[in-house]
């Protein structure tokens, strides 16, 4: 069964420092990978994806996030958080040799992500 | 380009009363998913569509809940009865074709049920 890990609640970053919000995953394949952020009240906003190629994928707002086939990681990263940036993050995963399983997308439990001013 | 619309955006009943919520996605889109989220959690799948035919929904409670598609565009969820463990955000998302890499999901705004 396919999952994702999000070890962290709560990403504290001071304005202007690089941020990473992290993320783990499990598959039987080669995984399709998602960053997604949602504000408060709002629904999701896709923010990447990861499908095949460059390990290095950029996506909204100035994040990019690293593939990582070894160590099955997708954390999020930014150069430099802004106060805007302050949501709550996930990551999702789909598994596209699931063939048995309607290949659903599984997200994460969140990461919160505070930015200090 | 609108995005995907639900309504109502809040909603409170008393437990035991029946409730529905609705759904358009983005024109063009042929799936539609609808997801629970708790509070601290991530959303999770009620049902899928595609087009107006509901390929999974093996996580839908189905004694209280039911979902429909007609037309294969809009899509309305309904409780009934609810309980108070349904308080939660429902959300709607739609993708442009299920089966390929492209399918990035686009959600609303979600509606959030509060059951007294």
Same mark, same amino acid.
């Given at each position: 069964?396919?999952?994702?890990?999000?070890? +962290?609640?709560?990403?504290?970053?001071?304005?202007?420092?690089?941020?990473?919000?992290?993320?783990? #995953?499990?598959?039987?394949?080669?995984? !399709?990978?998602?960053?997604?952020? &949602?504000?408060?009240?709002?629904?999701?906003?896709?923010?990447?994806? !990861?499908?095949?190629?460059?390990? %290095?994928?950029?996506?909204? #707002?100035?994040?990019?996030? +690293?593939?990582?086939?070894? &160590?099955?990681?997708?954390?999020?990263?930014?150069?430099?958080?802004?106060?805007?940036?302050?949501?709550?993050?996930?990551?999702?995963? =789909?598994?596209?040799?699931?063939?048995?399983? #309607?290949?659903?997308?599984?997200?994460?439990?969140?990461?919160?992500?505070?930015?200090?001013? | 380009?609108?995005?995907?619309?639900?309504?109502? =955006?809040?909603?409170?009943?008393?437990?035991?009363?029946?409730?529905?919520?609705?759904?358009?996605?983005?024109?063009?889109?042929?799936? %539609? #998913?609808?997801?629970?989220?708790?509070?601290?959690?991530?959303?999770? %799948?009620?049902?899928? !569509? +595609?087009?107006?035919?509901?390929?999974?929904?093996?996580?839908?409670?189905?004694? =209280?809940?039911?979902?429909?598609?007609?037309?294969?565009?809009?899509?309305?969820?309904?409780?009934?009865?609810? +309980?108070?463990?349904?308080?939660?955000?429902?959300?709607?998302?739609?993708? %442009?074709?299920?089966?390929?890499?492209?399918?990035?999901?686009?959600?609303?705004?979600?509606? =959030?049920?509060?059951?007294?």
């Amino acid at each position: 069964a396919q999952s994702v890990a999000q070890p +962290e609640d709560q990403v504290n970053v001071a304005e202007g420092n690089p941020l990473t919000v992290k993320c783990t #995953y499990s598959v039987s394949g080669n995984p !399709y990978l998602f960053w997604y952020v &949602q504000y408060p009240n709002r629904g999701l906003q896709f923010l990447l994806k !990861y499908i095949t190629g460059d390990n %290095l994928v950029k996506g909204s #707002y100035g994040f990019e996030a +690293e593939f990582n086939k070894s &160590q099955t990681s997708f954390h999020l990263k930014k150069p430099s958080a802004l106060v805007s940036d302050s949501a709550l993050y996930f990551c999702a995963v =789909r598994d596209p040799a699931n063939l048995g399983g #309607y290949q659903k997308v599984t997200f994460g439990t969140g990461t919160k992500l505070q930015v200090i001013p | 380009e609108a995005g995907v619309v639900q309504s109502p =955006r809040y909603k409170i009943i008393e437990k035991k009363q029946p409730v529905a919520f609705w759904c358009n996605p983005i024109s063009g889109h042929n799936t %539609l #998913y609808w997801y629970l989220q708790n509070l601290g959690q991530g959303p999770e %799948l009620l049902i899928r !569509y +595609e087009n107006e035919e509901a390929v999974d929904d093996s996580q839908l409670p189905k004694d =209280r809940f039911s979902a429909e598609r007609l037309k294969g565009v809009d899509s309305t969820l309904k409780i009934q009865p609810a +309980e108070l463990g349904d308080s939660a955000v429902y959300l709607c998302a739609s993708s %442009l074709v299920y089966s390929t890499s492209t399918d990035t999901q686009y959600f609303g705004p979600g509606t =959030r049920l509060t059951v007294l």
